[in-house]
């Protein structure tokens, strides 16, 4: 980037990430359309960062905002310039660079970037992030309509499920309508994959389970996620809202007399109806962990039983969406998967 459009910018930053402020940006966009320098406009979003702040606390959150804008900077060095948004979203705006090919390759390397996103200390965190792209004067020459059509591209890369980006074209976008929303739309896919890549955290067996149960608690907000052996509870990730704080072995086999024998699934949104179908002693022992719905998932590969991915809530009923459960039942199946190929049950990790 020519280093002589930065006299164009205002010096003020952001004072967490270091990167220009919110007014620097819009100013610097203003004074590029005003003199009619092309350029594109990125709006940056990061994917289901609320559950970081509610799971971690916003020490963490800012921690998380900083790695963020760190890796935009990296990645957009000497193409463009970050500015932080608010919260964890960014502005990135790229002079002279408008052509749909070029824009393309730079936020393309910039997922690339991405893919290395780490937490030090806090593993089972994983964020990806949605960028919907304008351009100028492709799109326009005034700045609210550009930041509209932003927007609408961002929109877009949301409805389409996060961790993508979207560069505006007229003909696809221009009808799109931006809705606001408080709960955060999680991809199938997205979170499928990010089941798999927790199992390269760690050349570990025992390190990459317990990534991916802390993973559950802090994205599902689930208030424990466990794995049962054959006598035991062997790991166990405790929501850090959850009321309750204690969790403890359930016998196997009153799971085994509730499994559906196609799933190798069992779930309850309220223990209170197991009651009509005698299952006393299961509903005394979730009560006393305070646990008001419960499920589990068989850990089995090739007919060897291993043991069950348990998932419990406390203090209120859960409804257990089928989404959830798909991404619980994923994970059992593919730690069923690694025990089976190193040659091991639970009880030797």
Aim: glycine share 6%; with cysteine; aromatic share 12%.
């Amino acid at each position: 980037m020519d280093t002589g459009l930065l006299s164009l910018i205002n010096d003020k930053f952001d004072s967490l990430t270091g990167v220009y402020e919110r007014s620097a940006m819009e100013d610097f966009a203003k004074n590029l359309l005003s003199k009619g320098i092309p350029f594109s406009m990125l709006l940056v979003d990061g994917d289901n960062f609320k559950n970081v702040n509610d799971g971690y606390g916003h020490k963490v959150g800012d921690l998380v905002i900083t790695i963020i804008a760190d890796k935009l900077k990296k990645s957009f060095d000497g193409k463009g310039v970050v500015g932080r948004f608010g919260g964890d979203e960014f502005y990135v705006i790229m002079p002279h660079i408008v052509e749909y090919d070029e824009v393309w390759q730079a936020c393309h390397d910039t997922f690339v970037e991405f893919e290395t996103f780490s937490v030090p200390d806090y593993p089972a965190i994983a964020i990806t992030i949605t960028i919907g792209v304008t351009r100028s004067p492709e799109d326009g020459t005034d700045f609210d309509v550009l930041f509209e059509k932003a927007d609408k591209a961002l929109y877009r890369g949301k409805q389409k499920g996060r961790s993508c980006f979207i560069i505006y074209l007229d003909a696809k976008h221009r009808n799109i309508k931006v809705l606001s929303s408080d709960s955060p739309v999680s991809n199938s896919m997205q979170m499928h994959n990010t089941i798999f890549s927790m199992f390269t955290k760690s050349k570990n067996l025992r390190e990459s389970i317990s990534y991916l149960l802390q993973f559950f608690t802090t994205t599902l907000m689930i208030d424990h996620v466990g794995i049962q052996g054959k006598s035991d509870l062997l790991f166990s990730e405790v929501y850090s809202l959850s009321k309750g704080k204690s969790f403890s072995y359930i016998d196997n086999a009153l799971i085994s007399l509730n499994l559906n024998n196609t799933t190798s699934i069992f779930y309850c949104n309220d223990i209170r109806h197991l009651a009509s179908v005698h299952q006393d002693t299961l509903i005394k022992k979730c009560t006393e962990q305070l646990v008001d719905s419960t499920f589990f998932a068989e850990i089995s590969y090739d007919g060897q039983f291993y043991g069950f991915l348990r998932a419990d809530s406390t203090s209120v009923f859960r409804i257990w969406q089928n989404s959830d459960m798909d991404l619980l039942l994923t994970a059992a199946k593919v730690i069923g998967m690694a025990l089976h190929y190193e040659g091991k049950t639970l009880e030797d990790l």
